[in-house]
């Protein structure tokens, strides 16, 4: 079986065939120039997370995302990618209430967003749309654990199956997406004993975020890696590879300088009279 460096493009039995052989690196992307980026970087999978109302539209919290904003960022970073599998995250109340409409809400991600699978949050209870959803031929992926659309029920941002039988409800969800057909599971801010557990168990790939190095993968959000983020606002299990807000900051100041300075623009920089070359964009 190929590995997924040599999948192009990376699909769902890739991901499946990487079980206990590879490891997955899958990080968020909301628009199409970092989904370019993070494509041509080797990421196996982008997740166009709900998240995006967090990271870019600064919210507090992910419950206000709608399909109308999914579907949009979906097509976006989906346009870009080339290689790495496009998973479109259902909003919250787009799949929990009724099982025709979480089909058809799903259909719209694949069909107008252009993705290739979709995710949604909740074990047990939501059993009746992964079911349905996955009837329809349409790829899921599970996530259990901390659900941030929850979050409000866990009393915040917390980490879930500290105790024995908070671990046991963990356990038994993962399992019955498993069951009910889910190709993967995302495990959030749980004990990295219990997710390796977990993932010693299924036979699908896990996802961990804020679960250990024992999961079969591993996601991050984009914003957080890149040091797009405060600092004090970076939750523990964040690695911050980069600090681009200072160098963002910096160039902006240079800009607005060179502006009040009369720098920029340079006649290097400004056109003539005569014939000029096609523009590639125009603002």
């Known amino acids: 079986m190929a590995s997924l460096s040599e ?5 769902v039995p890739a991901l499946l065939s990487a079980k206990g052989r590879e490891k997955i690196a899958m990080m ?13 970087a080797g990421i196996d999978v982008l997740l166009v997370g709900d998240s995006v109302e967090m990271t870019v539209y600064g919210r ?4 206000t995302a709608t399909m109308d904003m999914m579907v949009r960022h979906t097509r ?9 599998l496009v998973i479109g995250d259902m909003p919250f109340l787009s799949y929990q209430a009724d099982a025709r409409e979480a089909v058809l809400n799903a259909g719209r991600m694949l069909a107008e967003g252009g ?21 329809a031929d349409i790829p899921v992926m599970g996530h259990v654990g901390l659900t941030p659309q ?60 804020g679960a250990g190095a024992g999961c ?29 807000a200072p160098l963002i900051e910096e160039a902006a100041r240079e800009f607005a300088k060179d502006v009040k300075s009369g720098e ?8 003539t009279g005569g014939a000029t070359p096609a523009l590639r964009r125009i603002y």
């Open 216 to 244: 079969d993968g591993q996601v991050l959000v984009f914003h957080d890696v890149m040091g797009l983020t405060g600092a004090t606002s970076t939750p523990r299990f964040v690695r911050r590879y980069a600090e681009l």
């Open 7 to 11: 999948t192009s493009p990376v699909g």
């Open 60 to 63: 507090p919290n992910t419950l």
């Open 28 to 40: 968020t992307a909301y628009d199409a120039s970092s989904a370019g980026l993070l494509d041509a």
């Open 115 to 135: 993705c290739s699978a979709v995710k949604v949050e909740g074990g047990r209870r939501v059993l009746p749309a992964v079911e349905a959803i996955v009837a």
């Open 150 to 209: 929850s979050y409000r029920k866990f009393g915040g941002f917390k980490v879930q199956g500290k105790s024995a039988e908070d671990a046991a409800e963990i356990r038994q969800d993962a399992e019955a997406l498993a069951q009910a057909g889910c190709f993967a599971v995302v495990l959030e801010c749980v004990p990295e004993g219990l997710a390796a557990e977990i993932t010693r168990d299924l036979a699908i790939p896990t996802i961990g975020i």
């Open 76 to 84: 976006a970073v989906a346009d870009a990618a080339r290689r790495a």
């Open 264 to 271: 920029f623009p340079s006649a290097a920089e400004s056109f």
